[in-house]
């Protein structure tokens, strides 16, 4: 196995051009973890964590651009403010140490279904940032997620950041795991309202193939919201908007819990999360 | 020497002894990481091994074909079963599990092959070459119907398996235990019978609750995987460097399987990460030795986290049904209790589970009448075996619930129920076993019951801080469906083996002068497994030789058999030992002192007494110092050593139709109350409060004792709330620790202990084990907090979201 360290992000897309099969590794969190238990077996490793543009973050054009080398940690330190939802889910993954290794550049990368950050990605539209040696293109995060496992990064891309809209209005992340910390999610939840566009977003983890939006529920919850005065919806509303939630999964049963109660568990986050962004939308909470 | 002096030497006590918490001699090197556990150990030129395991729970093979795994550059040799040399099946006790898998495989994950390679990946690549033929047979995964269906598929040929009738062995079943007390006793003639009798019964209790219960499979869970190190030795034999829990008994199994005397194989104890049972049975013992008198190289085995939830066994999954009949005023009338426990492939500690299980079934509660039947069976599951608090554990999940319902049947505090009924010394088990020893039951209830209570959520300075709700910082709630539950739960214990096994331990104990100063050498083959007993081995030497510096030698076999870490048994067991070889330098001590004279004329042995180096009398003072006594140990001085073996009193076999007999050397007790808060919606929990009550006869070590029972209690913890070794159709789904989950420090609360010190005076300092029994009584304490905040039945341990909000899984 090759074992390549650019040290810019030239070299780094070089890198990736030339070895094509080659695995991009940053934090090392999941790579390390594959290869350990023989899962996979690459012909190169590219090692990230010496490409300085990949671990800064700062304002660009109405967004926060988000390195993709950034650790968790600093996310949960950092942008709290400026990008609640997936600040929330940065803290719910995993450890202390694993956080200070993992990256949102790596959770794109695996893909998991289960991935903590892709539901807050997807809740607050997020964009996805694709560099190769042929330029940069961006790719919604809501058309990032192709099939199990598979993206949109072609495989002489790595991703470089990720663009996160300056939130306008209340966003959540919840998680359920069978204990009290360090757990994959059994299945997860964002929600994120838009105060100016008058838009919902939604991001369910661990509940189909892939990360999914739940579009009919944004669209219900988007028409039945007091936008002006943010007044509490109905109990109907609340449970409609809980159910549109559920029914956008399409879990399975595996180890970590059965269909039915990843549906169960979905809708009654969706009703908290709504409750929650309620209370803070009326109080102006961004 | 001045008189003075000698005043002061009387008053003094030495320190780190008996009842002290001095700082363990691993402690440092295992908190900055510089402990060498088993898996560290590295030799110039050392071969690494690996095993090829079995991808079905159940097949035939019809051929094993190493030609291309031997063609892979850097391997040194690819073993199968042909190549045992001696002995080609091992076992605890039953002789039934082959070293490397002949004719059938009965479990996924068997060992049928093993490699040795200049490079663990090279060993793994040959690996891959192998080429096993089988043909696939049905696996026999349902242990009710292994216990039961005569038309079951056998897992074993009844030929195949050693005799042991005591047991019942019928089909898959490998053993029956049934005990029959009170009228079940009389009616033994047939079923009929006792039907009849139990119609009466039942005809008569003011009120009766049945239920089945499940405890799942959990697993130890320990941090260093399987791992140890063989070394061809010039004698034709081999040293072997291993974690395990009792250097003997590996030696017992691995010598006949090597085809050599018990002499020729050497067992040295490494570094163990911990053990909780999963380190009783062997793993790679037999395969390194057998590698590296193949190779004539030394050998280095480790497992991965996933090879290792197959290279040990778990704690048995059980399915047990109960009936338990009471009084209008809450007396127990009668209880019935079936009790099934799923060996696996092959039988590891299973009869000892299954006597356990039947015995200390119907917990500690004087029943008039009791009717249990507990089984182990056969089946292609992964093998169970030895897990903290064996047997009684499941047993004490279901007899506790059925306490709680039945309480709540008769409108009873769950404490009064169970003080109504409560066992205490001269209580009789239903094996007929008299408890002659302190058993204060009642009061340790109430004594849990009345400890301060946990503030309530209002009452926290920041309630809606994620830590401390169920669900934690993934920020399910914030307080939504949050709803607060009491249980309580307690256990009774068997402590040190049971039914006719004569556990001794050995002790070598040398005391000598070296550099002017008193030093005493400890040597036993006990092993250290995280539990402290190399602490408590120096604290009883300097407690009975009055000497500080206390040397504990490695644990080997160049001295005599030790037992096994296990049965909360080493500080009474090995414990006992020292103290007993102590006893013997101390005699001798006092029988040179006399011969030099120095002993006044009058004074009896029992006036004297080891104190600060000194020999010291009760009313003469310091006699002599010890360095003047025996004289430098290298200059010629004396040296006084002694080797004991220590025995507990004897106990019995269980009768194979009643059940009856003295099987228990000890009993141990704790009661716990677990404060919970339950999301009801969401079916997650946290618990608040794990407060316990034991009763220890001794404290030895009190630092070491509140981590057992802190320890024990977050292992109960896990088995109500999260670890279980998800077994579909023979296969495990979840081998790993993403997905078996162990709890973290945010899922283990504040744990309250009050220890009673009421001494058995049948032990060494009166002391009782204590590692097991929070085990038994946290997890139905737990569970039966959340079905308190929920009302739910919460049958199945570990209770799962699903059984909270009610889907059915």
């Known amino acids: ?286 | 020497m001045a008189a003075t002096t000698r005043v002061t030497d009387l008053s003094s006590t030495t320190r780190d002894g008996v009842g002290t918490s001095p700082r363990r001699p691993d402690g440092t090197l295992k908190v900055t990481g510089e402990f060498a556990y088993s898996s560290d150990m590295w030799m110039e030129d050392m071969l690494w091994g690996a095993t090829l395991r079995s991808p079905h729970p159940h097949a035939r093979i019809l051929g094993i074909d190493i030609t291309e795994a031997l063609k892979v550059a850097g391997v040194q040799a690819v073993l199968t079963h042909e190549d045992v040399p001696g002995e080609k099946r091992y076992g605890l006790e039953y002789q039934d599990q082959p070293v490397l898998a002949f004719d059938k495989v009965r479990y996924k994950g068997e060992a049928v092959a093993v490699v040795a390679a200049d490079h663990p990946e090279t060993a793994r690549r040959a690996m891959e070459r192998i080429r096993v033929d089988y043909e696939v047979l049905e696996p026999v995964s349902d242990s009710r119907r292994a216990a039961m269906d005569p038309e079951c598929p056998l897992v074993h040929e009844p030929h195949e398996l050693p005799h042991h009738p005591e047991y019942n062995p019928r089909g898959n079943r490998l053993r029956y235990q049934p005990v029959r007390t009170g009228a079940f006793a009389g009616a033994t003639g047939s079923d009929g019978e006792q039907e009849e009798v139990l119609a009466r019964l039942r005809a008569e209790a003011a009120a009766v609750v049945t239920t089945e219960y499940e405890v799942g499979m959990q697993d130890q869970a320990f941090l260093g995987p399987e791992s140890g190190l063989a070394v061809p030795a010039e004698d034709g034999g081999v040293d072997l460097y291993v974690a395990t829990q009792w250097l003997h008994v590996d030696q017992r199994q691995i010598a006949p399987a090597l085809g050599l005397d018990q002499e020729q194989v050497r067992l040295t104890l490494a570094g163990v990460g911990g053990a909780f049972g999963a380190r009783e049975d062997l793993s790679m013992q037999i395969h390194a030795c057998m590698l590296a008198l193949h190779t004539g190289k030394p050998v280095k085995f480790v497992y991965n986290r996933e090879e290792s939830f197959y290279g040990h066994v778990h704690r048995h999954p059980a399915k047990m049904r109960y009936e338990h009949g009471a009084t209008a005023d809450g007396r127990l009338l009668y209880a019935t209790g079936e009790v099934i426990v799923d060996g696996g492939a092959y039988a590891s500690a299973t009869p000892a589970v299954v006597g356990v299980a039947s015995s200390l079934g119907m917990g500690p509660y004087e029943i008039p009448n009791a009717w249990m039947d507990a089984y182990g069976v056969y089946t292609t599951n992964p093998p169970c075996g030895a897990m903290r608090g064996f047997g009684a554990v499941q047993a004490c999940f279901a007899y506790e619930s059925q306490m709680d319902k039945l309480a709540a049947e008769l409108g009873l505090h769950p404490v009064e129920l169970r003080v109504r009924n409560a066992m205490s010394q001269g209580s009789k088990v239903i094996t007929g076993q008299e408890i002659d020893m302190p058993l204060p039951m009642a009061e340790m209830l109430e004594r849990c019951r009345d400890l301060p209570m946990p503030p309530a959520r209002e009452q926290l300075s920041d309630p809606a801080d994620q830590r401390t709700l169920p669900g934690g910082v993934a920020g399910t709630t914030r307080g939504e469906g949050v709803v607060r539950g009491v249980g309580y739960g307690v256990g009774l214990k068997n402590l040190c083996f049971s039914e006719g096994f004569d556990d001794y331990s050995t002790a070598r104990v040398r005391m000598e002068v070296v550099g002017g100063e008193p030093v005493v050498l400890v040597h036993t083959a006990a092993a250290e497994v995280g539990q402290g007993l190399v602490t408590v081995k120096g604290q009883i030497a300097r407690t009975e030789l009055g000497v500080e510096k206390v040397v504990i030698a490695p644990s080997d076999t160049q001295v005599g058999s030790a037992g096994s870490s296990s049965a909360s048994r080493q500080s009474y067991m090995t414990g006992g030992a020292v103290k007993t070889a102590c006893a013997s330098v101390r005699d001798e001590i006092f029988s040179l002192a006399r011969k030099k004279g120095l002993v006044p004329e009058g004074l009896e042995d029992t006036d004297l007494s080891l104190s600060g180096g000194k020999v010291v009398s009760a009313t003469a003072g310091a006699l002599v110092a010890l360095p003047d006594l025996l004289g430098e140990a290298a200059e010629g001085g004396a040296v006084v050593e002694h080797t004991r073996e220590f025995h507990h009193r004897p106990t019995e076999m269980l009768d194979p139709e009643l059940g009856q007999g003295d099987s228990h050397t000890q009993f141990g007790m704790c009661v716990h109350r677990a404060v919970v808060d339950v999301d009801v919606d969401l079916g997650l929990v946290k618990v608040v409060a794990l407060d316990a009550v034991q009763d220890v006869g001794k404290v030895m070590h009190p630092q070491q004792l509140a981590g057992q029972i802190q320890g024990g209690a977050t292992q109960g913890l896990g088995l109500a709330l999260m670890e279980e070794v998800q077994v579909e159709g023979s296969e495990i789904r979840n081998p790993s620790f993403t997905d078996y989950l162990i709890p973290t420090i945010l899922d283990t609360p504040p744990m309250r202990i009050d220890v009673l010190e009421r001494p058995d005076p049948h032990s060494p300092y009166g002391l009782r084990g204590a590692g097991e029994p929070p085990t038994l009584s946290s997890t139905p304490a737990i569970v039966a907090g959340v079905r308190d905040a929920t009302g739910r039945p919460l049958t199945h341990a570990p209770v799962r979201p699903e059984d909270i909000v009610g889907i059915d899984v």
């Open chain 1, 1 to 286: 196995m090759e074992f390549l360290s650019p040290s810019t992000l030239e070299e780094a897309l070089e890198a990736k051009h030339a070895h094509p099969d080659g695995v991009p590794i940053m934090g090392g969190t999941d790579v390390m973890v594959e290869l350990n238990f023989d899962k996979r077996r690459p012909q190169a490793l590219i090692d990230l964590s010496r490409v300085p543009e990949l671990s800064e973050w700062g304002p660009d054009n109405g967004t926060v651009r988000l390195g993709a080398g950034v650790s968790y940690s600093r996310i949960v330190e950092g942008l709290g403010a400026g990008a609640p939802g997936l600040a929330k889910a940065a803290r719910t993954v995993a450890s202390p140490q694993i956080r200070n290794r993992g990256t949102v550049g790596g959770n794109l990368g695996g893909a998991s279904p289960a991935g903590d950050t892709h539901p807050a990605l997807l809740a607050t539209d997020a964009v996805v940032e694709l560099a190769s040696v042929r330029g940069r293109r961006r790719v919604a995060a809501r058309d990032f997620y192709l099939s199990l496992r598979e993206t949109a990064c072609r495989s002489d891309e790595l991703i470089t950041a990720v663009l996160l809209p300056e939130p306008t209005g209340p966003q959540q992340f919840a998680k359920i795991g069978t204990r009290n910390a360090m757990v994959i999610a059994v299945t997860s939840f964002s929600l994120a309202l838009d105060r100016q566009r008058r838009v919902v977003g939604t991001g369910l983890g661990a509940a189909a193939p892939t990360p999914v939006r739940a579009e009919a529920a944004e669209e219900f919850l988007a028409a039945e919201f007091d936008w002006e005065g943010g007044s509490s919806p109905s109990e109907a509303v609340v449970r409609r908007f809980g159910d549109l939630v559920a029914s956008a999964a399409r879990p399975i049963d595996d180890q970590r819990g059965s269909s039915a109660y990843r549906k169960h568990a979905l809708s009654v986050m969706a009703r908290r999360a709504l409750s929650w962004s309620v209370t803070e939308y009326r109080k102006g909470a961004a």
